[in-house]
Nanobody
Framework: QVQLVESGGGLVQAGGSLRLSCAAS????????LGWFRQAPGKEREFVAA????????YYADFVKGRFTISRDNAKNSVYLSMNSLKPEDTAVYYC?????????????????WGQGTQVTVSS
C-alpha cells in the first residue's frame, strides 16, 4: 500500500516557476514508478511526466518537454515536479500517482495509487 500527498501548488504569474512535491508512505516506495498527471476544469486527466524506480529513466508529455523536470529522492520517499516557464494553460490540479512498473507509464488507468492533488494556477 502506498499513500501519496502532494504539496507546493499555488498561484504564479505566467513565466514563473513552481516546484511540486509528493510525499509517500509505504516501505516499498522505492520500487514504484511515479508519475504526475493534471486535470484542468472540464477536461480529462492527462499525463505530464513519469520517473522509474531508480530515477534513471524519465518520460514527459510533449507539451512540458524542456519546461518541467521530474525527480525523486527515495531516501525521503518523495517525488518532485519542477515547473518553469509556466503558461496559463498549465493551470490544473496536479496529481501524483504510483505504479509497479515503467510499462505503459503514460496510461492513467495503469496506475495503482493516487494522491488528492494540488492546485496550480497560472495567471496571464
Amino acid at each position: 500500500q502506498v499513500q501519496l500527498v502532494e504539496s507546493g501548488g499555488g498561484l504564479v504569474q505566467a513565466g514563473g516557476s513552481l516546484r511540486l512535491s509528493c510525499a509517500a508512505s509505504g516501505r516499498t516506495f522505492s520500487s514504484y514508478a511515479l508519475g504526475w498527471f493534471r486535470q484542468a476544469p472540464g477536461k480529462e486527466r492527462e499525463f505530464v511526466a513519469a520517473i522509474n524506480w531508480s530515477g534513471g529513466s524519465t518520460y514527459y508529455a510533449d507539451f512540458v518537454k524542456g519546461r518541467f523536470t521530474i525527480s525523486r529522492d527515495n531516501a525521503k520517499n518523495s517525488v518532485y515536479l519542477s515547473m518553469n516557464s509556466l503558461k496559463p494553460e498549465d493551470t490544473a490540479v496536479y496529481y501524483c500517482a504510483a505504479k509497479r512498473t515503467f510499462l505503459s507509464i503514460a496510461t492513467r488507468r495503469e496506475y495503482d495509487y493516487w494522491g488528492q492533488g494540488t492546485q496550480v494556477t497560472v495567471s496571464s
